[in-house]
């Protein structure tokens, strides 16, 4: 149990629509990452937030944005999607921006695009 | 250009034997590394690190050893126990521009009872 949880756990849309997926940090979390794990892969980078900003960003096109709250809560908005889109999406959080501090995963959420 | 390559994608261990899980790296600038476990339907949970500066760590069943000359670590799990049958990831922090974890593409393992 990491204390990030994600929501919703499952999801299935169809190309070229929008989806929202959310992520819940650990308190006193500053610091969130979403990556994407596709099927027989490592999970990717796609792009961090520190104190609601975001602080880099993988090789994923402008479709994939985010947004990180003041309560520890933080957004992941795919648009256009694409049928490659279908992925475990996870967010995770640490503490603040330090190489040695360790992430904490949420489940993933499991997108199809159809 | 994968900076951090898992190149067995399973292995199989008998309860009690010793795994091994190895765990390759290109960029000499990485100076943390870690190993995550994923369970089906869970995210990756961490399960071990090692700083660049030591070339073994250990946390009871859990060994991790670095040679920084060969780039190479590897994940001994003695012994193995069924409930380790899982994805496991090395990955390495950068923190060149932004701070992200570089991961490996997994190793599954599946102990035999």
């Known amino acids: 149990e990491t204390g990030v949880t994600q929501s919703p756990t499952h999801l299935i849309k169809t190309r070229g629509q929008q989806v929202t997926l959310r992520c819940s940090s650990q308190?006193?979390?500053?610091?969130v990452s979403w990556y994407q794990q596709a099927l027989g892969q490592g999970p990717q980078f796609i792009f961090q937030?520190?104190?609601?900003?975001?602080?880099g960003r993988g090789n994923f096109p402008p479709r994939f944005s985010g947004l990180q709250f003041p309560n520890y809560s933080s957004e992941l908005n795919v648009n256009a999607l694409e049928l490659d889109d279908s992925a475990l999406y996870l967010c995770?959080?640490?503490?603040?921006?330090?190489?040695?501090?360790?992430?904490?995963f949420g489940p993933g959420t499991r997108l199809t695009v159809l | 250009d994968q900076q951090v390559k898992q190149n067995s994608p399973s292995l199989s261990v008998q309860e009690g034997r010793i795994s091994i899980l190895n765990c390759d790296y290109t960029?000499?600038?990485?100076?943390?590394f870690l190993w995550y476990k994923k369970y089906p339907a869970e995210g990756p949970t961490f399960l071990i690190s090692?700083?660049?500066?030591?070339d073994k760590n250990e946390d009871g069943r859990f060994t991790v050893f670095l040679n920084k000359s060969a780039k190479h670590l590897s994940l001994h799990i003695v012994p193995s126990q069924p409930g380790d049958s899982a994805v496991y990831f090395c990955?390495?922090?950068?923190?060149?521009?932004?701070?992200?974890?570089?991961f490996g593409t997994g190793t599954r393992l599946k102990v035999l009872a």
């Open positions: 090692i700083s660049s500066i030591k």
């Open positions: 960029n000499s600038m990485f100076d943390y």
């Open positions: 308190s006193g979390h500053n610091t």
């Open positions: 995770a959080s640490s503490e603040d921006l330090t190489s040695t501090d360790t992430q904490y």
């Open positions: 990955a390495a922090p950068t923190t060149s521009g932004t701070y992200k974890y570089i």
């Open positions: 937030y520190y104190r609601e900003e975001e602080n």
